[in-house]
C-alpha cells in the first residue's frame, strides 16, 4: 500500500469524497474534523502526510500544525485552505512553522494528488538523511569509545 494519510477537513461531504479517491489511489487513509480524535491519530500512527483543511471555529490550525512537528517532526502537512478564508501572512506563517503548501480550495484532484506525492518524496527523502545522520553519529561513537587496556 501507499502512503498513510490524514486528512482533517470540517466539510463531512468534501472529507468524505477526498477519502474516497485517496483510497482509489490505494492510500491508507484515517479521517477527522475533531481535533482531540486527529491528534490521537497523530499520536498513534506513524503518517506520511496531513491534509489539514477547515477545523472548528475554535481551532487554530497553526497551533495544531506545531503540534503535529512536535510530535512527529517528519510528516508533511499541507494545509488546505478555502479561497475567502486564504491569507498571505497565514500562507507564510504556516510554511515558516513547516507546512509543506497551502492550496487553496476548490483544487483539481489531480494538481492536490500531484502536490501530496510530491510532500510524499520529500519525507522520503528526509528520512533518508536522517538514517545517514544516525549511522554516522554511531561510527562516530563507536570510534571515540576508549579502547581497553591491555595488561
Known sequence: ??????????????????????RLE??????????AEAEDIIRRENLDIVLLGAMGPHQDRLTFLKMIRKVQPF???IF?????DH??????????LGA???????????ALFSRIQEAFKRKKVQMK???????????????????????
Open 80 to 84: 488546505l485552505t478555502a479561497v475567502e
Open 100 to 110: 509543506f503548501d497551502d492550496l487553496l480550495l476548490p483544487i483539481d484532484f489531480n
Open 26 to 35: 490505494n492510500q491508507r487513509v484515517f479521517e477527522t474534523s475533531i481535533e
Open 129 to 151: 538523511v536522517m538514517k545517514k545522520e544516525i549511522g554516522k553519529d554511531r561510527e562516530r561513537q563507536v570510534a571515540e569509545r576508549p579502547s581497553e587496556s591491555r595488561t
Open 1 to 22: 500500500m501507499g502512503m498513510k494519510l490524514l486528512i482533517i477537513h470540517s466539510d463531512d461531504l468534501f472529507r468524505s469524497r477526498l477519502v474516497e479517491r485517496m
Open 75 to 77: 510528516i508533511e502537512v
Open 87 to 96: 491569507s498571505f501572512d497565514g500562507a507564510i506563517k504556516a510554511m515558516q
